[in-house]
């Protein structure tokens, strides 16, 4: 990825972090953070990862993204004033943190079963 894809990137995150930050208070939507944004190289289309905090919704809280899309790039366009053409915005959902705690979860377990070896050796 070039510097400038990545700049551009950088600012598309940050103004949107902004925007839900701000001026999205919907409930179906609930607590979201922007993880990541991904450019195509023509900057037609960005990619956005987002983290939403309740699992239950998640799904619910996408297609109210996928509807308030056109609003988004709105308030975008108004703060992005240097691109000549706002990207299209497709959202998606990062799971990182559910793999990672999952991942957590399974260490936990392996320590737990070796301390119940070595209490069980430790016993003979």
Known sequence: MSI???????LIKEELSLIFLHKI???KIGMVTITGV???PD????????SIYRKEEREEALQRLEELKGFIKAKLASKVRH???IPDLNFYLDDTLDYVMKMENI??????????????????
């Open 4 to 10: 400038r894809l990545k700049k551009i990137s950088a």
């Open 25 to 27: 208070q919907d409930p």
């Open 38 to 40: 991904k450019v195509t």
């Open 43 to 50: 900057l037609k289309i960005a990619k956005i990862y987002v």
């Open 83 to 85: 691109l000549r053409q």
């Open 107 to 124: 260490f936990k377990e392996i320590q737990k079963n070796d301390k119940q070896d070595l209490n069980d050796e430790n016993e003979l």
